[in-house]
């Protein structure tokens, strides 16, 4: 844990902690059953991503300046406020399959200029969202950008889903 809340893990920067209630184990989508992830969390930066875009030839050193510029972030603002929109998409890249609930988290916009300002690269804001379902366990999707969310998503009808509820984001 990089924060109380926050974690660096595979590459990412997360909101971690996150618990939802009434979600059914599996869900059927265009004939496959999804199952429910185990843990949930909401990924905030991409540092896999990210970093090369920073220095591409010194990656895990720009990915360690990245991770300082959040934590100067994080310290002076919220990033563990949201809510879900009610917006779910189905993510597909090559055999992946997943459902996401897209959040609103309170000053990603503002993170993601406060890296430009910082580092003079404009870095794309991702859309925060929380994998819930997959169809090969555990295995989500990065979604770096509102390019790639258009380009390999669809808006989820799923009723099942109309009354899952953030419980807490816990510690």
Request: glycine content about 4%; aromatic content about 6%; proline content about 4%.
């Amino acid at each position: 844990m990089i924060t109380e809340n926050h974690s660096r893990e595979n590459g990412y920067i997360s909101l971690t902690h996150i618990s939802l209630l009434g979600m059914p184990e599996t869900i059927c989508v265009e004939g496959r059953t999804l199952h429910k992830k185990s843990e949930f969390h909401v990924s905030l930066m991409a540092l896999k991503h990210l970093a090369p875009m920073l220095d591409s030839e010194h990656v895990e050193q720009a990915a360690e300046t990245l991770t300082q510029s959040f934590l100067e972030f994080a310290n002076e603002h919220d990033l563990t406020s949201f809510r879900l929109t009610g917006e779910y998409r189905l993510v597909k890249r090559a055999e992946r399959v997943t459902i996401v609930a897209m959040v609103k988290l309170d000053n990603i916009a503002e993170l993601f200029d406060y890296l430009h300002t910082t580092h003079g690269v404009d870095f794309p804001v991702q859309p925060t969202h929380i994998t819930i379902y997959t169809l090969q366990p555990e295995m989500g999707i990065g979604i770096l950008s509102e390019d790639e969310l258009a380009n390999e998503s669809t808006v989820a009808n799923v009723p099942e889903l109309s009354e899952i509820l953030v419980n807490k984001v816990s510690t």
